[in-house]
């Protein structure tokens, strides 16, 4: 009696385990880490624009935006950003371009970035910012294809 009693709870137990492994939560739609609330890792993404590099931005200079904070080098930069945050946003929500483009999602590292077209694009590293330069026109298309259903992989 006592065996299947244990039988039975190690059966609802078990059963409830793998349904929660069949719901997946999707990715936030912009990349902050998994223990950060900073979009581009604290990076000002106005300065890829008018600086031309990489720029770390200022808690001084902040915004919540799509559920993540974004820092800015300057009051301009956040003035810019506040005007028209999809002019400087990085493009699918700062994840990895080449990954989006492959079906899945990974870190976008701010300090391996393209600005194409008037758009920002960021890399996992600089291996696969390699293999991004190889056909940005071609994974940027995969990407848009796949951006943002990919969220929900």
Not at 80 to 86: G, V, Y
């Amino acid at each position: 009696m006592l065996a299947r009693k244990a039988a039975a709870i190690f059966a609802v137990f078990f059963g409830l385990v793998s349904l929660a492994g069949v719901s997946h939560a999707a990715q936030p739609e912009v990349y902050t880490g998994r223990f950060s609330k900073l979009a581009v890792d604290g990076y000002d993404p106005v300065a890829y624009f008018v600086s031309g590099a990489p720029v770390k931005g200022s808690s001084e200079f902040s915004l919540d935006y799509k559920g993540a904070t974004w820092r800015f080098a300057s009051a301009e930069n956040l003035e810019k950003f506040k005007a028209d945050p999809a002019a400087y946003a990085p493009q699918f929500g700062g994840y990895c371009a080449w990954a989006v483009a492959h079906g899945y999602t990974a870190r976008g590292n701010p300090n391996f970035w393209a600005v194409v077209d008037g758009k920002l694009y960021l890399n996992y590293d600089g291996g696969v910012q390699k293999q991004w330069q190889e056909d940005v026109p071609g994974f940027i298309a995969q990407a848009n294809a796949n951006w943002p259903d990919v969220l929900k992989k």
